[in-house]
């Protein structure tokens, strides 16, 4: 089984669009989170969400919007997608806050 | 906030030797500290981590060691075998608003020549 999974798995899309990716884990944890991987594979944490809260919303264009329907799911919805979207979003979940997570198997977003 | 250094960037070692890749932390508060094995197009993978009160933690040939005093920790790989080929990121705690979070170093990534 699956720990945290998070579709689709590559996303190519055109300027200006929108788009969802969507997460979910079955660890039964209570923290969420959204990471992304550029190019240079920096990993940087983006949204943090704990039992369908949210307490960590790093500096991220508000084109960005995660929604958590309950603690097993977090979504992030894109609008109006730009050439620097393009990167790995990661989904990760962790027992705790600030412990280590686990990570989905990614998704690769290329804007073009 | 915090800040996390890694290196090398890059570190190549022959089948057998050992490998260390060291990070530095801004933070004095932080007290936790992940490293995360990557392989190429996969997710990171916890491998080991450590908790500001130990000084070093062992698991089969790979070791990490805190120093809270000079704010740096380290993974050590010994016995290298090409599997272990990836790249390695560290990762330090650290509270933001009432809440914790993750800062990731920049990678390492490790080959290991058969």
């Known amino acids: 089984d699956t720990a945290v999974s998070q579709t689709p798995k590559y996303l190519v899309t055109q300027m200006g669009n929108d788009k969802s990716i969507k997460c979910e884990q079955n660890l039964g944890h209570d923290t969420m989170y959204w990471y992304k991987q550029d190019s240079k594979k920096f990993l940087k944490i983006m949204f943090s969400?704990?039992?369908?809260?949210?307490?960590i919303n790093e500096t991220v264009p508000n084109r960005f919007s995660p929604k958590s329907p309950d603690k097993a799911h977090l979504n992030l919805h894109i609008n109006s997608l730009e050439l620097g979207d393009s990167a790995v979003y990661f989904c990760?979940?962790?027992?705790?806050?600030?412990?280590?997570?686990?990570f989905g198997q990614g998704t690769r977003l290329t804007v073009v | 906030g915090e800040n996390v250094e890694q290196h090398p960037s890059t570190l190549s070692v022959q089948e057998g030797d050992s490998a260390v890749i060291k990070c530095t932390y801004s933070d004095s508060a932080s007290n936790y500290f992940p490293w995360y094995k990557q392989e190429l197009g996969k997710r990171p993978q916890l491998i080991i981590d450590?908790?500001?009160?130990?000084g070093e933690k062992k698991d089969q040939r790979i070791a990490v060691t805190l120093n809270k005093t000079a704010k740096h920790f380290s993974l050590h790989i010994t016995e290298t075998q090409p599997e272990d080929s990836a790249v390695y990121f560290c990762a330090a705690s650290t509270s933001q608003g009432g809440s914790e979070k993750l800062v990731f170093g920049k990678g390492t990534k490790l080959t290991v020549n058969p």
């Open positions: 990760a979940s962790s027992q705790d806050r600030g412990l280590g997570a686990f």
């Open positions: 969400y704990n039992n369908k809260e949210l307490i």
């Open positions: 450590i908790r500001s009160n130990v």
